[in-house]
């Protein structure tokens, strides 16, 4: 148990704003940056004897200087002077429907159709430049055909060179936008997602949950085009 020491008149710490006292004689520990009452000086002065000197007023709380905090918000405000909410190909947000048509799949996997459609109607939702048009009526028609599925080994065990660990799988696709009143043609590009996957014990069921995020990362592209593009 550490002694006490005996201090003669023994002050108190006050916290201003708290209430909360503390015994002089707990003073023989060092608080940094704390300062004591001006009332307790000759405190201090036995502190320092003690080898703990104190200085001044007990503080909670350190002024910001002001200028540089207004410098700080000025270049903030400044950096964030070119970027504007909403759409960036200058249209208003919902002012046009899109349709999303099923693509035609020249593939021999069946499954890339359903994920490229949903995808794409989940991307072009979430964006907020079109509205999602689901009954044949939109401004916009969006259709294409998915022209390649690829699947490709990018590592192999580290025990076993001919055995595949990692595939990366790609779907090309060629998206074509139309507007219906006049037939405009507004895009017609091929766009390429990929996703990389851990092949296991099991390559088919890896397979099966990398399509849509492969899918997912094609019509996020798309979307980019057809919400930025130049017409």
């Known amino acids: 148990m550490i002694p006490r020491p005996h201090l003669p008149g023994a002050a108190t710490l006050r ?40 200085r001044g007023r007990l503080r909670t709380e350190r002024a910001w200087p002001a200028a540089p905090l207004l410098c700080l918000l000025a270049a903030l405000f400044a950096g964030c002077a070119g ?15 899109i349709q999303i048509n099923p693509f035609v799949n020249q593939t021999i996997e069946p ?6 459609t949903h995808a794409l109607r989940k991307q072009i939702q979430q964006d907020g430049t079109f509205r999602l048009n689901t009954r044949n009526g939109g401004d916009i028609i969006v259709t294409g055909a998915i022209l390649r599925y690829e699947r490709e080994s990018i590592s192999v065990r580290s025990r076993d060179a001919l055995t595949p660990r990692d595939y990366r799988i790609t779907i090309v696709a060629r998206v074509t936008a139309r507007e219906r009143a006049t037939g405009k043609l507004l895009i017609d590009r091929e766009v390429a997602g990929h996703t990389d996957v851990r092949a296991g014990a099991d390559l088919f069921s890896a397979e099966r949950q990398g399509i849509p995020l492969a899918a997912e990362f094609l019509a996020t592209s798309a979307t980019s085009l057809l919400a930025d593009g130049p017409w």
């Open 15 to 54: 916290v201003p704003g708290s209430g909360f006292r503390v015994p002089g004689w707990l003073s023989r520990w060092r608080v940094p940056d704390c300062w004591f009452d001006d009332a307790h000086e000759e405190l201090g002065t036995r502190n320092s004897e003690l080898g703990t000197p104190w």
């Open 111 to 116: 499954r890339l159709v359903e994920a490229l």
């Open 83 to 97: 970027y504007r909410l909403g759409p960036t190909g200058g249209q208003t947000a919902g002012a046009r429907s």
